[in-house]
């Protein structure tokens, strides 16, 4: 099984768990799913799926069945969610790309890393990398082409994502 997926559902139990135990922080991230409209369900009413669904929109995506496609590397799916453009890396000056060709050709030219966000492609530099919480100098980079959006070894992307979502507290997804 994919480790990133195992991490995302490990989150989603420790949720469950957390609600279980009468958690008010646990719950009012539920709150956020449509289907409670705004309000705090009640710990009887949350399944796994509620869970899953929260951990995945924190994640950056639309919800489980998007972070687990993207997660799994499908490549029929086109929108890769936000994942790889957190927070901490607003202030970073990066090169932004509606067309992939365009930033793959940047991408080589930089000698940068090729990363998505949504259907859009950007690159970035080691600095960035490190600040979203990967090692520059790790070898599944090379092993992948630094290029994150279509990698040589979709084996290396999913074993990044497993380190990306590593680097991040579970209590904030």
Not at 30 to 35: D, G, Y
Not at 92 to 109: I, K
Request: charged share 30%; hydrophobic share 40%.
């Amino acid at each position: 099984m994919n480790d990133a997926i195992e991490e995302a559902k490990a989150r989603a139990r420790l949720l469950h768990r957390r609600v279980r135990d009468g958690d008010e922080e646990a719950r009012l991230r539920l709150a956020r799913l449509p289907e409670f409209g705004g309000e705090v369900p009640d710990p009887e009413q949350i399944q796994r799926k509620h869970c899953l669904a929260v951990i995945g929109r924190e994640l950056g995506f639309a919800g489980w069945p998007h972070a687990h496609r993207v997660l799994a590397g499908d490549p029929d799916e086109l929108d890769f969610g936000t994942l790889l453009y957190p927070r901490g890396c607003g202030g970073f000056t990066n090169q932004w790309f509606a067309a992939y060709d365009e930033a793959r050709r940047t991408r080589e030219l930089t000698r940068g890393y090729l990363l998505a966000y949504r259907r859009q492609f950007f690159v970035v530099t080691g600095s960035y990398v490190e600040a979203m919480g990967l090692h520059p100098h790790d070898p599944d980079w090379g092993a992948m082409g630094w290029d994150w959006a279509r990698p040589q070894q979709p084996a290396a992307r999913a074993r990044l994502y497993a380190k990306l979502l590593a680097s991040r507290p579970r209590e904030a997804a």
